[in-house]
C-alpha cells in the first residue's frame, strides 16, 4: 500500500533551537518528495521539491535530505523563529502524477 | 500576482442544502487541483483538471460532489445536498505542469461548516 508516514506527530521547542521531522514513505515508484508548510487558516506553501537523485535541498534554515534506499526523508529547520510554528506536511508523487500526503507534524515555536 | 483566489472563505449552511465552491487559478497555468482537509484525514485529492478536462476524479467521494473547470480561469466544486460529514476546509491548487515542473500553489481555502 502506498502511504506516507510523518513522525512525530506534534512537535514544541524553544526559540532558536534547530530540530528535525521525519518522513517514511512506501510509494512505488516515486517520482517525487515535498515538504510543504502550512499555517493555521492558510494553503500549503511548498518547501522544497527532491527528486530520486538528489540527496539534500535547502531553503533558508529549512533543509531536506532524502534516501530513496531507505524510502526516508528529514526536514531540518535551524535556529527556528516564532513564525516556523506551522504544519509540516511531507507529499510523495507517484510516476503516475498522483500524490499521497502525510499526515503533517504540528510544530510549535515558544519564545 | 494575485495567486490562487477561492470564494467564500467561510461557508455555513444546513444539511441537505446545496454549496458551490469557486476557484480562479493562476493566470497561465494549466492544472488545477481540489483538494478537502480535515483532522482526521489530512489533505486528500478530490479532483484534477489539466488543461480543462478532468483527468483524475477517484477522490471524489460520492455522486453529491461534482466538479467543473468551463475555461482555463474559473473552476467549481458542487455539494448537492450537503451533509455533516463534509465539513472541511477544501483547498484549491493550481500549476504549470511541464516536463520537469510540478510546483503547486496553494489557494486560502474555504471553510465549510454544514450543521
Known amino acids: 500500500k502506498n502511504q506516507v508516514e510523518q513522525s512525530p506527530q506534534s512537535l514544541i521547542i524553544l526559540e532558536g533551537k534547530n530540530c528535525t521531522l521525519q518522513c517514511n514513505y512506501t510509494v512505488s515508484p516515486f517520482s517525487n518528495l515535498r515538504w510543504y508548510k502550512q499555517d493555521t487558516g492558510r494553503g500549503p506553501v511548498s518547501l522544497t521539491i527532491m527528486t530520486f537523485s538528489e540527496n539534500t535541498k535547502s531553503n533558508g534554515r529549512y533543509t531536506a535530505t532524502l534516501d530513496a534506499d531507505t524510502k526516508q526523508s528529514s526536514l531540518h529547520i535551524t535556529a527556528s523563529q516564532l513564525s516556523d510554528s506551522a504544519s509540516y506536511i511531507c507529499?510523495?508523487?507517484?510516476?503516475?502524477?498522483?500524490?499521497?500526503f502525510g499526515q503533517g507534524t504540528t510544530l510549535q515555536v515558544k519564545p | 500576482d494575485a495567486g490562487v483566489i477561492q470564494s467564500p472563505r467561510h461557508e455555513v449552511t444546513e444539511m441537505g442544502q446545496e454549496v458551490t465552491l469557486r476557484c480562479k487559478p493562476i493566470?497561465?497555468?494549466?492544472?488545477l487541483f481540489w483538494y478537502r482537509q480535515t483532522m482526521m484525514r489530512g489533505l486528500e485529492l478530490l479532483i484534477y483538471f489539466n488543461n480543462n478536462v478532468p483527468i483524475d476524479d477517484s477522490g471524489m467521494p460520492e455522486d453529491r460532489f461534482s466538479a467543473k473547470m468551463p475555461n482555463a480561469s474559473f473552476s467549481t466544486l458542487k455539494i448537492q445536498p450537503s451533509e455533516p460529514r463534509d465539513s472541511a476546509v477544501y483547498f484549491c491548487?493550481?500549476?504549470?505542469?511541464?516536463?520537469?515542473?510540478?510546483?503547486?500553489?496553494f489557494g486560502p481555502g474555504t471553510r465549510l461548516t454544514v450543521t
Open positions: 493566470s497561465g497555468h494549466n492544472s
Open positions: 491548487a493550481s500549476s504549470f505542469t511541464a516536463a520537469g515542473s510540478y510546483e503547486q500553489y
Open positions: 507529499v510523495v508523487r507517484r510516476n503516475t502524477g498522483k500524490l499521497i
